[in-house]
């Protein structure tokens, strides 16, 4: 499966072709040979092998063109973590971010094993890995002297004009969010629950919902091996370009997710709305294409999604649908107090039953099942989830909505004076796996349980012993998590 100029160039902001793109073809197929000869079949499918070698050539057209992206990770994750990357030994007075390093290439051929396992965490010291590591640093360490200059890709990229209209930076925001190398997600659709199910079944045309769900995406959503999103990537690649007034437009960049206002006034220039929770806001109307007055008089509710950029006003982000009666609005307000009042008389009560924290460990099932029916109460036809009956060393975690995150054989992995069921022997083997699996554990429970410290026993194999399996992971644990969890972070 050779790679091709035309897929190449998927890989670039809005695929812009270059004279270089001929270069980078040739190099990536030759890193693609030696990766098919690396001995990874067993953990990387053909095209997973394919897709290595465009991450490995990218990041190498990265450095040489100065395109920004690989900077601006090794800049944020100096500022998150004190280190420019993550596992590896780094000595920064060798550590060069405008040339290839060693642990550079050792970290992305990690990443593009890395991206495709599900639930297990591969050592970033594989020695297989670091060979191959190795052999490709000799060779493009080799390259580096003579490799071009891709000049179309960088001036396109940051020409000022991008940065002066929120529109324009929005399109900016999604070819960024879909093209960037070093960012991109092979999920990008399992995205759509960041935008409310509710508010998107407004949205009936495809067409009209995949832009809603993209531009709501390109500003918000977290992507990456650092959980950021694009406007927070792209604040890293513009200080390191001088671009200092960008970048902190950027900083100041907020977006809301989907949802309903109720139209309260209106002018020749803007949109008096209010949210369900009362907040008022005032819409440029020039935001909205074509907007005549009869539908403001014939309508009351708006669904959108709005963000603020560099002016006095709100923008509409994405896509509008307009509701006739205010019904809907005032029915959702209420139905949100109501929840809100619901969920923190539930919450306080049950942090009273467990004096304040919000943790509890149960034995099994049973246990858990006559716990809640004692202080939450089920009604007379309630029965359990069938698969929940064989459980045991449950631990549950009180969300701030009073909701139970539930985690079977959670109280063998966390280390707390009140866990009776705490196995470190168990913790050693299998606590990795509240780490690198998104859906084991809500995201409010781990970070509770990185926060205390709570994990302590969470460690991979090395063949260095089990001491720098465990420093390998408790050093970079929120970054193990941010890689495994991004968008779920």
């Not at 927070?232 to 989907?258: F, S, T």
């Not at 994405?318 to 107090?337: C, L, V």
């Not at 139970?404 to 299998?430: F, H, Q, T, V």
Request: hydrophobic letters at 40%.
């Amino acid at each position: 499966m050779k790679i091709i100029g035309s897929e190449w160039r998927l890989g670039h902001w809005f695929a812009v072709a270059s004279a270089s793109d001929a270069y980078y073809v040739k190099l990536a197929n030759k890193i693609h040979d030696y990766i098919r000869f690396a001995g990874l079949n067993d953990i990387l499918t053909e095209f997973e092998q394919h897709n290595l070698a465009k991450l490995i050539t990218f990041y190498f057209e990265d450095v040489i063109s100065d395109v920004g992206i690989w900077r601006a990770f090794v800049a944020a994750h100096k500022e998150m973590y004190g280190k420019y990357l993550p596992f590896y030994d780094v000595d920064e007075s060798r550590y060069y971010v405008d040339e290839i390093n060693p642990e550079d290439i050792c970290f992305l051929i990690w990443m593009g094993v890395q991206q495709y396992q599900k639930g297990t965490f591969i050592n970033p010291e594989n020695p297989g890995l670091m060979q191959l590591a190795d052999k490709l640093y000799t060779l493009l360490d080799k390259e580096f002297e003579n490799a071009p200059i891709n000049t179309e890709l960088v001036e396109k990229m940051y020409k000022p004009e991008w940065f002066e209209d929120f529109y324009l930076l929005k399109d900016w925001c999604a070819q960024f969010y879909r093209s960037a190398y070093l960012l991109q997600d092979e999920r990008e659709w399992d995205h759509q629950d960041e935008v409310d199910e509710e508010f998107s079944k407004m949205l009936e045309d495809d067409d009209v919902r995949d832009y809603a769900v993209v531009s709501y995406l390109a500003i918000c959503s977290k992507i990456g091996p650092l959980a950021l999103t694009v406007p927070e990537w792209a604040q890293y690649i513009l200080k390191n370009k001088g671009m200092d007034r960008e970048a902190e437009l950027l900083a100041g960049m907020k977006c809301l997710p989907y949802n309903l206002y109720l139209l309260r006034g209106y002018d020749a220039d803007v949109l008096i709305v209010e949210s369900v929770d009362g907040i008022v806001y005032t819409i440029d109307r020039s935001s909205m294409d074509s907007l005549q007055d009869d539908i403001l008089e014939k309508h009351n509710g708006l669904v959108a999604s709005l963000a603020f950029y560099d002016s006095g006003n709100w923008q509409v982000c994405g896509t509008t649908s307009w509701i006739e009666d205010a019904e809907d609005f005032y029915k959702m307000r209420e139905e949100q107090e109501e929840k809100k009042a619901s969920d923190r008389e539930l919450y306080d009560k049950l942090l009273q039953v467990t004096g304040n924290d919000p943790l509890i460990y149960f034995a099994g099932h049973e246990d858990l099942m006559q716990w809640l029916d004692k202080h939450i109460g089920f009604a007379p036809d309630f029965v359990a989830p069938e698969g929940m009956k064989d459980e045991g060393n449950i631990a549950v975690f009180i969300l701030p909505d009073g909701q139970l995150s539930i985690l079977p054989d959670g109280a063998l992995y966390i280390k707390d004076e009140r866990n009776p069921y705490y196995n470190p022997d168990w913790a050693k083997r299998k606590a990795i796996r509240l780490l690198v699996g998104p859906e084991m554990v809500s995201k409010e429970m781990l970070h509770y349980l990185l926060e205390h410290r709570m994990l302590p026993d969470a460690q991979i194999n090395s063949l260095q012993g089990p001491e720098r399996g465990r420093q390998l992971i408790q050093e970079n644990i929120d970054f193990v998590v941010r890689f495994s969890r991004k968008y779920k972070y």
